[in-house]
């Protein structure tokens, strides 16, 4: 069922049906692989995502594979459920032209994150699906205000978070709605959390639990190598990268830069 938000006349995108049924068969004491793979595959795009992802050098597996099935014993039950979960969200959200680059973006900042996470002993899967949707409420805004991007480029200094732009322009923000999105899907608590406040510069002082945190820091962390690469510059990191680096305890600068080293190969860099 389509959640609608009054205020903003804004549409959030219906859980998907085929989501719903691998969570719940996943809360099964015994999930069938066969049960869920039959889910992914009554939809062929869907099917045809989660087979070109697994398949792509992200996973660097020595073989292809050619089935659900393969893929779900290969990666398992919580990485499949995320990566449905990332392909819908691309599905499910509403066609605007010119966001092939927002799409592209979220995709190397989920990999970078994931190599981060794992560097650092953390859960990639989840610093993946972090990365995915962080930004999920964008198309959403694209649409519901057409000159979104050009509205911001006008009145976003560098030096300005972006949400407080939004919420001056828009009267709404793209991590707020985001985290209601997220929520609306029933993705993790941790990611709702991590979603709502990944533009905080007071991150540190809101009692967030560890695991949200851990999301939070390692996808800034994530997005700010992106932005580096791309030649753009991260305000809200700029702020928050003493005490993220001490928080994910990389104050040692060549340990720091070995992080980052491993990050920029993983997306080809």
Not at 7 to 29: G, K, R
Not at 131 to 159: I, K, M, S
Request: aromatic share 10%.
């Amino acid at each position: 069922m389509t959640q609608h938000n009054a205020s903003l006349d804004i549409d959030f995108p219906p859980c998907p049906a085929v989501l719903i049924s691998i969570q719940q068969e996943m809360n099964q004491s015994h999930p069938s692989i066969r049960k869920i793979a039959d889910f992914i595959v009554c939809d062929v795009v869907l099917a045809a995502e989660v087979l070109k992802t697994v398949n792509s050098p992200f996973y660097g597996l020595r073989h292809k594979v050619s089935s659900v099935s393969d893929a779900i014993k290969l990666i398992g039950f919580t990485r499949t459920l995320q990566l449905v979960a990332a392909a819908s969200v691309r599905q499910s959200s509403p066609f605007v032209d010119g966001l092939t680059f927002f799409w592209n973006d979220s995709q190397a900042v989920a990999i970078i994150a994931c190599s981060i996470a794992k560097y650092l002993k953390m859960d990639g899967d989840l610093a993946y699906l972090m990365g995915l949707f962080h930004n999920c409420a964008v198309p959403l805004l694209v649409q519901r205000f057409p000159h979104y991007f050009f509205d911001l480029r006008v009145h976003h200094p560098d030096t300005l978070d972006i949400t407080i732009a939004e919420d001056a322009i828009f009267n709404v923000n793209h991590a707020l709605l985001g985290s209601l999105f997220a929520r609306s899907w029933y993705l993790p608590d941790s990611i709702i959390q991590a979603i709502r406040f990944h533009h905080t510069a007071e991150l540190f002082s809101q009692g967030l639990d560890s695991d949200t945190l851990n999301l939070v820091t390692v996808n800034l962390l994530a997005i700010n190598i992106h932005d580096a690469i791309c030649g753009r510059r991260y305000a809200c990191f700029s702020q928050l990268e003493k005490q993220i680096r001490d928080y994910l305890l990389l104050s040692d600068d060549v340990e720091y830069q070995s992080l980052i080293d491993r990050a920029m190969e993983a997306i080809g860099q």
